[in-house]
C-alpha cells in the first residue's frame, strides 16, 4: 500500500512538471510594439561597437553594433529582425538581419552585427535606435567605452540633442529627388558642440594631445559656409570638420 502511495505521489508531481512546462512553451508571443508601455520598460536593450577592419578606416572608424535583449517580463516576446532603425542626424542605417527572434519571458537573446557600417560620428549621440517607428526608442546612439543602454533614453542632455533628429531624418526621405535647396543642407549641418566632439574623438584616435599649443576647450569654433565648423588655434592653425564628420587639417 505505501509502495502503491509512494509511486502515485510521484507520478502526480512529473504530471504537474509537465504541465507546467508544456504551459510557459504554449504562452502566446506578443509582438514588442504591442505591449504596454509598463511591460516595454520591463525590456532592456544594450547595444555595442567593435570596430569593423574590413571597411576602410583611413579618415574615420566604421563600426558594426550587435545588441543584446533581456525580456524581465512575464510575457514571450517577438521581434521581426528586419524593423530595427538606427536613426541619424543625415540617415537611416537598416537592420541587416531578418526573420522573427523571441525573446521567451525571463531571458536574453543576442543579435550579432545588427547594424552595419555606423560611422564614428554616428557613435556621439546625435541619434537613437528604434524598432518599427520613433514611438519604440530603444537607445540613443551615446556609446559610453563601446556600450549603449536603453537607460539613456532618460537622460534629458540626450533627450535635448536629439529633438529634431527624427524630423530631419523624415525630411530627407521626403526630399530624396535629387534635389539640394538650402534646407536639405541645412537638415546635414553640425552643431558647435558635435563638432567640437568628433574633433575631439580625431584626436584622441591620432595620438594628438593638444592643437598648436591649444586644447580642444580653447580652440575658437566658426561656422562654415558648408554647414561644417572651422575651429582655430591661439597660433592660428585652423581644423576644419566637414557635416559628414571628417577632418581637414586646413593649415594657418
Known sequence: MKKSLT?????????????????????????????SSDNKTSVKFTFKINQDDTEDNTADPVYVVSANIKN???KNIKFDRSKFICVLPSNKLLSNKSGILTVKSGKSKNINQLFEKMPEQGTLGG????????????????????????????????????????????FESDSSDGSSDTNT?????????????????????????????????????????????????????????LPNGKIALSGQ
Open 127 to 170: 541619434g537613437y535606435i528604434e524598432y518599427l517607428n520613433s514611438d519604440n526608442k530603444l537607445a540613443y546612439t551615446n556609446f559610453v567605452k563601446n556600450v549603449a543602454r536603453s537607460s539613456n533614453l532618460t537622460d534629458k542632455r540626450l533627450v535635448h540633442a536629439n529633438k529634431d533628429v527624427n524630423a530631419n531624418s523624415r
Open 72 to 74: 524581465s517580463t512575464n
Open 7 to 35: 509511486l502515485s505521489v510521484i507520478l502526480l508531481a512529473l504530471l504537474l512538471v509537465g504541465c507546467a512546462t508544456n504551459s510557459n512553451s504554449q504562452k502566446e508571443s506578443t509582438y514588442y510594439q504591442d505591449l
Open 185 to 241: 543642407s541645412n537638415s546635414k549641418s553640425l552643431t558647435e558642440s558635435q563638432a567640437r566632439k568628433i574633433l575631439g574623438k580625431w584626436a584622441d584616435s591620432n595620438g594628438i594631445s593638444s592643437f598648436s599649443g591649444s586644447t580642444l576647450d580653447e580652440l575658437t569654433g566658426t561656422e562654415d559656409d558648408n554647414n561644417g565648423w572651422h575651429f582655430t588655434a591661439k597660433d592660428g592653425t585652423f581644423w576644419l570638420v
